[in-house]
């Protein structure tokens, strides 16, 4: 029932841009914190942004900031990523996850792939 589902994920030249969203159900959503995370083959993986259950505070991984945006429509029970400037060492799985308590829950993961 609960359920995380990443898409916009993609191929795209370096310098370009991709929006990536997250679908949110099961739980009530504008009650959590969400986050971004990404991992490529060989790394850990890393958190990329977070931001807070009504969207007024956001954090992000020093390589991405300026570049990345994270934001929520409560609304729509959706989270988004916004990836712009993107860099051949952003190529990763990225993942939507929150943590309901101690229980994390994971998308399915979307790849993103920045390469010429």
């Known amino acids: 029932q609960v359920q995380l589902v990443e898409s916009g994920g993609g191929l795209v030249q370096p310098g370009g841009s991709l929006r990536l969203s997250c679908a949110a159900s099961?739980?009530?959503?504008?009650?959590?914190?969400m986050r971004w995370y990404r991992q490529a083959p060989g790394n850990e993986r890393e958190l990329v942004a977070v931001?807070?259950?009504?969207?007024?505070?956001?954090n992000y991984k020093d390589s991405v900031k300026g570049r990345f945006t994270i934001s929520r429509d409560n609304a729509e029970n959706t989270v988004y990523l916004q990836m712009n400037s993107l860099k051949p060492e952003d190529t990763a799985v990225y993942y939507c996850?929150?943590?309901?308590?101690?229980?994390?829950?994971w998308g399915q993961g979307t790849q993103v792939t920045v390469s010429s």
């Open positions: 996850n929150t943590a309901l308590d101690l229980w994390n829950i």
């Open positions: 099961g739980f009530r959503f504008s009650n959590y914190a």
């Open positions: 931001i807070s259950s009504n969207g007024d505070m956001t």
